[in-house]
């Protein structure tokens, strides 16, 4: 196309544009079906290095884009798989950017099936052709902070499973395909750079189990042996929550009581109860044990949160149960509500059967 040529076309854009009742909406809409209009509005659509690739992956002749040709409201947010394909083929960063962008101009209500479809891509990657390796794995556990606090949970037959699972089961079978000495050594590292261990201690502790007898077990088929490097990987993690657990960052992680029960099992003391016992004593400690002690019950009558009492291995729920008392008459309506739900949440958990 001539420079002439050019100016025509984005003068014909920009008139289309203007008679457009919705201009932003207008904009997105051309871009996305029309590459060669792409460049003339400068869309919100990054730009790749290959130019006809980017043209390509929009044609009517895909199948999982085509009907956005024929529709007024195409729909900008789905994932489609030769598009995942090309990202996770530059790398981490720029699928994690791609998920990131995917968010942030989905509307709410759609932005969990964004997140469930993206770690369902990354599952069928690393299950069938590609191989983990430090970096992806990196870049997993760094984006888990986030995925988790999403839960996106769902249900399938009688058992109900959120991104947390999701991202174990991904790593699990990852793992799986590699040599056991390149899956203890690609975990220790991991251990060492991640923010939020969330992950990584519910991986672990389902690998390796507990070492109380009345812990985590490994059953079923899939088992990501660690070989000699088994206690290593424990105590190097222990370490970390135990760190974690002084500086009072524990309560800053996405699922504090993944940590706390992954310390349990991972001692023969009563360390836990004993961190526990001191940090009800602090505000932060206190809010932290009494968000994260209740947890969802489904039920085919109707879903209902209990105080499970195995919580009593790792608290004094009595202890707790009297500092959430107190804290019913807080000024602060937020701490208030929080002991409140514990409370209720205890009373139904101490009238459940075992």
Same mark, same amino acid.
Not at 47 to 73: G, T
Not at 194 to 212: H, N, T
């Given at each position: 196309?001539?420079? &002439?040529?050019?100016?025509?076309? #984005?003068?014909?854009?920009?008139?289309?544009?203007?008679?457009?009742?919705?201009?932003?909406?207008?904009?997105?809409?051309? @871009?996305?079906l029309f590459p060669k209009?792409?460049?003339?509005?400068?869309?919100?659509?990054?730009?790749?290095?290959?130019?006809?690739?980017?043209?390509? $992956?929009?044609?009517?002749?895909? @199948?999982?884009?085509?009907? /956005?040709?024929?529709?007024?409201?195409?729909?900008? /947010?789905?994932?489609? $798989?030769?598009?995942? !394909?090309?990202?996770?083929? !530059?790398?981490?960063?720029?699928?994690f950017e791609l998920l *990131?962008?995917?968010?942030?101009?989905?509307?709410?209500?759609?932005?969990?099936?964004?997140?469930?479809?993206?770690?369902?891509?990354?599952?069928?990657?690393?299950?069938?052709?590609?191989?983990? /390796?430090? &970096?992806?794995?990196?870049?997993?556990?760094?984006?888990?902070?986030?995925?988790?606090?999403?839960?996106?949970?769902?249900?399938?037959? +009688?058992?109900?499973?959120?991104?947390? #699972?999701? +991202?174990?089961?991904?790593?699990?079978?990852?793992?799986?395909?590699?040599?056991? &000495?390149?899956?203890?050594?690609?975990? $220790?590292?991991?251990? *060492?750079?991640?923010?939020?261990?969330?992950?990584?201690?519910?991986?672990?502790?389902?690998?390796?189990?507990?070492?109380?007898? =009345?812990?985590?077990?490994? &059953?079923?088929?899939?088992?990501?042996?660690?070989?000699? =490097?088994? =206690?290593?990987?424990?105590?190097? +993690?222990?370490?970390?929550?135990?760190?974690?657990?002084?500086?009072?960052?524990?309560?800053?992680? @996405?699922?504090?009581?993944?940590? +706390?029960w992954f310390w349990w099992?991972?001692?023969?003391? #009563?360390?836990?109860?004993?961190?526990?016992?001191?940090?009800?004593?602090?505000?932060?400690?206190?809010?932290?044990?009494?968000?994260?002690?209740?947890?969802?019950?489904?039920?085919?009558?109707?879903?209902?949160?209990?105080?499970?009492?195995?919580?009593?291995?790792?608290?004094?729920?009595?202890?707790?149960?009297?500092?959430?008392?107190?804290?019913?008459?807080?000024?602060?309506?937020?701490?208030?509500?929080?002991? =409140?739900?514990?409370? *209720?949440?205890?009373?139904?958990?101490?009238? #459940?059967?075992?």
């Open positions: 196309m001539s420079d &002439e040529e050019k100016k025509r076309f #984005d003068r014909l854009i920009e008139t289309g544009l203007s008679l457009a009742k919705n201009r932003e909406g207008a904009r997105h809409a051309l @871009a996305f209009a792409e460049k003339s509005i400068h869309t919100y659509l990054p730009p790749d290095a290959d130019v006809n690739i980017r043209r390509i $992956k929009r044609r009517v002749s895909i @199948a999982e884009f085509s009907e /956005n040709y024929f529709s007024l409201s195409p729909q900008l /947010n789905d994932w489609s $798989k030769p598009e995942f !394909e090309q990202k996770f083929g !530059e790398g981490p960063t720029e699928t *990131a962008q995917k968010i942030a101009f989905a509307p709410e209500e759609e932005r969990p099936d964004l997140r469930r479809t993206f770690i369902e891509l990354l599952d069928a990657e690393f299950s069938s052709r590609a191989e983990i /390796n430090q &970096e992806w794995l990196d870049a997993i556990i760094n984006a888990s902070q986030t995925l988790i606090r999403n839960k996106d949970e769902e249900a399938k037959f +009688l058992f109900h499973f959120d991104n947390l #699972d999701r +991202l174990r089961w991904l790593l699990q079978h990852a793992l799986e395909r590699l040599p056991k &000495e390149t899956r203890a050594t690609l975990i $220790k590292s991991a251990i *060492a750079g991640a923010r939020d261990l969330s992950l990584l201690v519910d991986l672990v502790r389902g690998v390796i189990g507990d070492l109380k007898k =009345e812990g985590a077990k490994r &059953e079923g088929p899939h088992r990501v042996d660690l070989g000699d =490097e088994s =206690e290593a990987v424990r105590s190097i +993690l222990l370490s970390r929550v135990r760190t974690l657990a002084t500086s009072g960052e524990i309560w800053h992680q @996405a699922r504090p009581a993944q940590l +706390l099992g991972s001692t023969e003391d #009563d360390e836990v109860l004993q961190f526990t016992s001191t940090a009800m004593d602090t505000r932060e400690g206190l809010i932290g044990l009494l968000s994260n002690a209740p947890s969802l019950v489904r039920s085919s009558e109707e879903d209902y949160e209990h105080v499970s009492p195995t919580w009593r291995k790792i608290v004094d729920l009595d202890q707790l149960n009297a500092k959430a008392e107190e804290l019913l008459s807080s000024t602060d309506r937020s701490d208030a509500a929080t002991a =409140e739900r514990f409370i *209720a949440a205890l009373r139904v958990g101490r009238n #459940d059967s075992f």
